[in-house]
């Protein structure tokens, strides 16, 4: 069970949907499954290494990973003239298991103390969850068993599969290159396999 939507009222948004949802609680969540099964150690592992080499703050208890992206905002008093500064954060939890689960929270501005003065805050908190979000599918493991479910439930040519994670990233940061050469050399497939052998071994 996420430690977010514990006790919580929430609605589950499709794989695609950019965007969060409004529960009754009034922190904002945001929710997004991925069909793809990460449930060995050494998965769970890979995809925390993967993210600190991006530059997020990872914690990891037990089948659950928190990755938190840190900002500053700066600004002006407009009373006092004085200069602000705020270090403000929002957190993906990522729940493994047979399918996986992207939720993110935005905490309420007044979360982080008198921040008042601070335009946009929701807006860049959730464009900042989606960063994450991006970042998680393209750059670990969850984006090379998506590839796969690609292949084999949508019938998808490994490169169409690459194309269709890329173009589903579009905020990743530092976004990892993939190709077909790759993603056969990583998964220890030889290159003469077709797209459907490859999407049938996967599995």
């Not at 403000?88 to 992207?102: A, F, N, P, Q, R």
């Not at 690609?150 to 993939?178: C, D, H, M």
Request: hydrophobic share 35%.
């Amino acid at each position: 069970m996420s430690a977010l939507l514990k006790d919580r009222v929430w609605v589950t948004l499709s794989g695609i949907a950019k965007r969060g949802v409004y529960p009754l609680h009034a922190s904002r969540l945001g929710i997004f499954r991925m069909p793809v099964d990460v449930t060995d150690l050494s998965d769970i592992s890979s995809i925390s290494n993967d993210l600190k080499n991006s530059g997020f703050k990872i914690d990891a208890y037990a089948d659950k990973i928190y990755v938190t992206y840190k900002w500053t905002e700066n600004g002006l008093d407009s009373l006092t003239k004085e200069t602000l500064s705020a270090d403000l954060y929002v957190t993906v939890e990522i729940v493994t298991g047979e399918v996986i689960d992207l939720i993110y929270q935005i905490k309420p501005l007044e979360f982080f103390g008198d921040c008042y003065w601070i335009k946009n805050y929701r807006q860049k908190a959730d464009s900042n969850a989606k960063m994450i979000i991006n970042t998680v599918i393209r750059n670990t493991k969850i984006g090379d068993k998506l590839i796969a479910h690609y292949q084999k439930a949508e019938k998808l040519s490994l490169e169409s599969a690459i194309k269709r994670v890329e173009e589903l990233t579009p905020l990743a940061r530092n976004p990892k290159a993939r190709s077909a050469t790759t993603i056969l050399s990583y998964t220890g497939q030889p290159t003469s396999q077709t797209s459907a052998e490859i999407g049938k071994n996967s599995t």
